[in-house]
T-cell receptor, first 113, second 116 residues
Framework: DAKTTQPPSMDCAEGRAANLPCNHS???????VYWYRQIHSQGPQYIIH???NNETNEMASLIITEDRKSSTLILPHATLRDTAVYYC??????????????FGKGTHLIIQP | DTAVSQTPKYLVTQMGNDKSIKCEQN?????MYWYKQDSKKFLKIMFS???????INETVPNRFSPKSPDKAHLNLHINSLELGDSAVYFC???????????????FGDGTRLSIL
């Protein structure tokens, strides 16, 4: 799986949009971008994933650049409960979808009141 | 109604003992996983099972043995526990594909294993 680079930490004011960048410059055409987060003492929580089109769900939006070498996770109205470590993961499916995820160090997002 | 549930939540035991962690998912997924998160917070895949068949077996000591009685359950048995086994163990499950791509993995809340 392609390596990803994320800033180790970020701050965001409550109520503002949080924009978390991820660099995956060696991504291959058949690799997908996934975002997870881990709130303290809980299991990782799936947020969103995409291949090349931008995606939106009830939690967040995912913007993938046209060359697919980077992406941005957007939390539109951050709340204190969004404080967590956010992981950007690039994965290729082996076909059965049973591949394990490779978690890096992620970005520790701190929402300030 | 918890999607992926693990028991126990906490497990404190002596070195050398044998213990099991249970995992159940009610999402109807075909694939289940075990991950280990060490004291430095790195999450690593240990095993994955697809329809009760072992797919991934990372470099894990053979003291760790996963068992899948049916596709909704994946238990982790650990023999001769060592101090280095202290960690948080997470179970996860996924379906093969969704609209976008490989189905996302859904995680349990973890089992915190402490070896005395």
């Amino acid at each position: 799986d392609a390596k990803t680079t994320q800033p180790p930490s970020m701050d965001c004011a409550e109520g503002r949009a949080a924009n978390l960048p991820c660099n995956h410059s060696t991504i291959s055409g058949n690799e997908y971008v996934y975002w997870y987060r881990q709130i303290h003492s809980q299991g990782p929580q799936y947020i969103i994933h995409g291949l090349k089109n931008n995606e939106t769900n009830e939690m967040a939006s995912l913007i993938i650049t046209e060359d697919r070498k980077s992406s941005t996770l957007i939390l539109p109205h951050a709340t204190l409960r969004d404080t967590a470590v956010y992981y950007c993961i690039v994965r290729v499916s082996t076909g059965g979808g049973a591949d394990g995820l490779t978690f890096g160090k992620g970005t520790h997002l701190i929402i300030q009141p | 109604d918890t999607a992926v549930s693990q028991t126990p939540k906490y497990l404190v035991t002596q070195m050398g003992n044998d213990k099991s962690i249970k995992c159940e998912q009610n999402l109807g997924h075909d694939t289940m996983y075990w991950y280990k998160q060490d004291s430095k917070k790195f999450l690593k895949i240990m095993f994955s099972y697809n329809n009760k068949e072992l797919i991934i077996n990372e470099t894990v000591p053979n003291r760790f043995s996963p068992k899948s009685p049916d596709k909704a359950h994946l238990n982790l048995h650990i023999n001769s526990l060592e101090l280095g086994d202290s960690a948080v163990y997470f179970c996860a499950s996924s379906q093969a594909w969704d609209r976008v791509g490989p189905g996302p993995q859904h995680f349990g809340d973890g089992t915190r294993l402490s070896i005395l």
